[in-house]
């Protein structure tokens, strides 16, 4: 049996805000730079690869097999279809493209910053739970991780994080979806 596991939630503040800020500008650069991949070789989108990072396949919203791809999924067809490069001289020009993808940095990478560094999660013997990193917009930037601990895990928080309460988290998540909302209304 495992150990017992709890997530705690921490607002990142003070300088830790300028770690979080490069965080999701590479995030979203990464991203720009695979949709500009993926509509430079035709695709109408991709979908993120292993860990949520580079390239996986392509979409095509008119579902058209093109040389040198396979279908990978029918899941998703009312955005279109997943594509994959095939693995014979074929794919060769799609593989080398979306291998040339960069990868963005994922919440491991935000989390282990912060001094949280297990890249294999915590378990309880049922469940595995990993370090996540949230970024809320509206109605102002605000940036949370949540940590898995456990009562002897010896983590000390650095200054850079402030521990919040689950119900602080939750209100600071519906205000920012409220802000969507109005936006959304607005528009």
């Known amino acids: 049996m495992g150990k017992d596991v709890f997530k705690v939630t921490y607002e990142v503040v003070g300088s830790g805000v300028q770690l979080a800020e490069s965080h999701v500008a590479a ?3 990464a ?3 695979c949709v500009e991949i993926a509509v430079g070789l035709g695709a109408d989108g991709y979908r993120p690869g292993y860990r949520g990072s580079g390239m996986g396949s392509l979409i095509f919203k008119d579902g058209q097999l093109r040389p040198g791809l396979k279908r990978f999924s029918p ?3 009312e955005q279109g279809v997943d594509f994959i490069p095939r693995k014979d001289k074929s ?3 799609w593989r080398e ?3 040339a993808a960069p990868h963005a940095p994922t919440d491991r990478d935000i989390v282990s910053q912060f001094g949280w560094d297990n890249d294999y999660g915590l378990t309880d013997g049922y469940r595995v739970f990993f370090g996540t990193f949230t970024h809320l917009q509206l109605p102002n930037s605000r940036y949370f991780v949540r940590i ?3 009562a002897d895990d010896g983590f000390v928080p650095p200054d850079t994080l402030k521990e919040v309460s689950e119900g602080d988290f939750m209100r600071a998540i519906a205000e920012h979806n ?3 909302a109005a936006k959304k ?3």
Do not use: C
């Open 27 to 29: 995030v979203r650069e």
């Open 31 to 33: 991203t720009n730079r």
């Open 75 to 77: 899941r998703g067809q």
């Open 91 to 93: 794919g060769a020009h």
């Open 97 to 99: 493209a979306m291998e």
């Open 148 to 150: 898995p601990r456990t």
């Open 178 to 180: 409220d802000a969507v």
């Open 185 to 187: 209304e607005a528009a």
